[in-house]
């Protein structure tokens, strides 16, 4: 999909739409993709979700209406999609930072949200290091948790990090780490896409079942709470997550659907991806180095 004009044709979707109840589901269903990848894409394209776009978007103009016209608060905050007054202002409050009913002083401040219009803008000067690399299937073993679509790329979520800190503290992947020799201890994140209809996806914290994984009993490990991934070989486009915590692999997303997707002629595939963290002792970990991350890609 080339989703820097899909995205146009999202936005456009919502504004035609404002005032009917939708969500980031249906305007996914509008340009013909996942909701989960549409809900990721828009979100690492836009800096926000389309939830919140279209929250803002609907305050924004209810401010305006309730500024240029003598309606009713209450008819107001119904057309724009709140079931309630007391809803209504507390997310106008929020948004404003004034009630609604102050916002008709002519002293009032209120915050003005346009239309996004998306635009692809190509910056000379800057690299982006990537390597392509056809992957041959894989498996590992995991421990995997469903989470909901709307977490991704919320800064305000951590439930992915709390599973990760979870496993640490509670030491749960010991099992797993014990079948690998040292210095191949590497962990890998996997993500994997949800089916059409669907507002979950499962992430999951594991180890490769490779050469370097001695024998195990799958049945106690399923007793410890591991379960088998499976992924199918695939291309994948490969990426250095360079900084101190998981704030450069928001920027790696991004620069994947801003300058890599545009250019390259490649668009997303419907397949795991993950990120990989190198064991401290594993010769491919380097200073500098969060981890790499590893996204399904095919030819446009």
Avoid at 185 to 206: H, N, W
């Amino acid at each position: 999909m080339e989703w820097i004009s899909a995205m146009q044709r999202a936005i456009d979707y919502m504004e035609e739409h404002l005032l009917e109840e939708i969500n980031y589901e249906d305007v996914a269903k509008s340009v013909y993709s996942s909701s989960y990848e549409f809900h990721r894409a828009f979100s690492f394209l836009t800096g926000m979700t389309a939830n919140a776009y279209i929250r803002n978007r609907r305050l924004s103009l209810a401010a305006r209406e309730i500024v240029e016209t003598g309606g009713r608060i209450t008819d107001i905050a119904f057309k724009y999609g709140y079931e309630t007054p007391e809803s209504f202002t507390k997310a106008f409050t929020r948004f404003h930072g004034v009630a609604p009913k102050l916002a008709r002083e002519e002293s009032t401040r209120l915050t003005l949200f346009n239309p996004l219009v998306i635009k692809l803008t190509v910056e000379g000067g800057k690299s982006m290091d990537y390597r392509i690399v056809q992957a041959e299937a894989k498996q590992f073993l995991a421990l995997v948790r469903n989470f909901r679509n709307e977490i991704i790329n919320d800064d305000d979520n951590h439930e992915v990090a709390d599973f990760w800190g979870e496993a640490e503290e509670k030491k749960l992947l010991s099992p797993a780490l014990l079948l690998r020799k040292d210095g191949m201890k590497d962990l890998y994140g996997l993500c994997t896409p949800t089916k059409a209809g669907t507002q979950t996806f499962d992430y999951g914290i594991g180890i490769p079942i490779d050469k370097d994984t001695q024998g195990f009993d799958l049945e106690k490990m399923k007793q410890e709470g591991f379960l088998l991934w499976n992924v199918e070989p695939a291309t994948y486009v490969v990426f250095d997550c360079m900084g101190k915590d998981a704030d450069c692999i928001s920027k790696t997303w991004e620069k994947f659907y801003k300058e890599f997707l545009p250019q390259m002629g490649y668009e997303a595939a419907d397949q795991t991806d993950y990120e990989l963290y190198f064991d401290a002792a594993n010769p491919k970990n380097r200073p500098g180095l969060f981890c790499e991350l590893w996204i399904p890609i095919r030819k446009k």
